[in-house]
């Protein structure tokens, strides 16, 4: 796992230990980011489920200017801010510890302003256990409250998860296919 552009770019990551996360690939992560145009100037980013912060901390380093990273997973928590502490990044980061869809609106509180980007990257087996209104109400609809007017919240999930035809107050803009993966891209219905 490594930073593939920006001004970290080459430095390694401590990788996820066990099966805890599953790492987004560089082919995949350079697409994305190619996606959202490169560079991301001053923008304020969350990352949930955020494992040991790949997507978080390659908006760093292609320019943002803070990132809030929320995980529940200790050994996922640790090596996130080893690679937070190693970057030289702490006085741009804000770590979430626990349960995600119990405290995400209180977190969300603590923003100086509008997230313009937010990466929603559960375990695949939760996504499968979700029910989707309680999804939309725990997770998108607050991200939504929270979101700049062209922010974007990138879902990744399995190719072939069931999916809702909309995620509460958000909804799908683009998909993108990539082997066993989908990312989707989602900003408030009606922007």
Known sequence: MRIIAGEHRGRKLLPPKGGVTRPITDRVKT???????GDLPGATVVDLFAGTGSMGLEALSRGAARCYFAERDRIALDRLARNIEAMGLSESCRIWRGDIL???????DELDGPADLAFVDPPYALVAQWQ???????IFNP??????????????????AELPAAFGLLSLRERR???????????????
């Open 31 to 37: 697409a994305l980011f190619d996606y959202l145009g």
């Open 102 to 108: 119990q405290r995400l609106s209180a977190w969300l």
């Open 132 to 138: 989707w209104a309680q999804a939309a109400a725990k």
């Open 143 to 160: 991200l939504a409250a929270k979101l700049a007017g062209d922010g974007i919240v990138m879902f990744r999930c399995e190719r072939n």
């Open 177 to 191: 296919d990539y082997g066993g993966m989908s990312l989707l891209l989602l900003r408030r219905s009606g922007d």
